[in-house]
């Protein structure tokens, strides 16, 4: 009777065949967890409560902490929208300005009269197709038509 020899690799997988299909598992279960979490729709559309008729002086006071907020200038301010975001429904506005030479464009999320978040914007904010008025960054003052709600984004 002859005997045989064993040789594990015809009969057990190879150490990076058996490594390629946990980091492939591993993959696929965290684009599963982070697109779930990216295609949440929100369980209801909160009543919409009133806008904030001082928005401009909210967003005015969180600007003075930025630093060196004063060597920019050309500040303009969007309405207020009704958005879904992370911390839930709130009222957006877009403000964008000259920062030595480079337009920039950033957004507050104002929830109970108060800024809550704010973040430079991102395409889904919808920034570059807003209406923009005047800014006074020192007072809060905004012109007459930023005052104006535009319609919810979702």
Wanted: overall charge positive; hydrophobic content about 45%; some cysteine.
């Amino acid at each position: 009777m002859k005997a045989t020899t064993w040789r594990p690799d015809r009969r057990m997988p190879k150490l990076r065949d058996v490594l390629r299909r946990v980091s492939r598992a591993a993959a696929l279960f965290t684009a599963l967890i982070v697109l779930a979490d990216c295609s949440a729709v929100p369980a209801e559309n909160a009543a919409q409560p009133n806008a904030p008729s001082d928005y401009g002086v909210l967003i005015s006071e969180a600007l003075k902490k930025f630093k060196d907020i004063y060597s920019n200038h050309g500040f303009e301010i969007s309405g207020l929208r009704w958005v879904h975001a992370a911390t839930g429904w709130n009222w957006l506005a877009c403000v964008r300005y000259d920062d030595h030479g480079h337009r920039r464009t950033y957004v507050f999320f104002i929830m109970n009269n108060a800024v809550v978040n704010s973040r430079y914007d991102i395409e889904i904010d919808g920034c570059a197709a807003q209406t923009y008025e005047p800014f006074d960054v020192m007072t809060g003052a905004i012109g007459a038509a930023a005052r104006e709600l535009q319609q919810p984004v979702y």
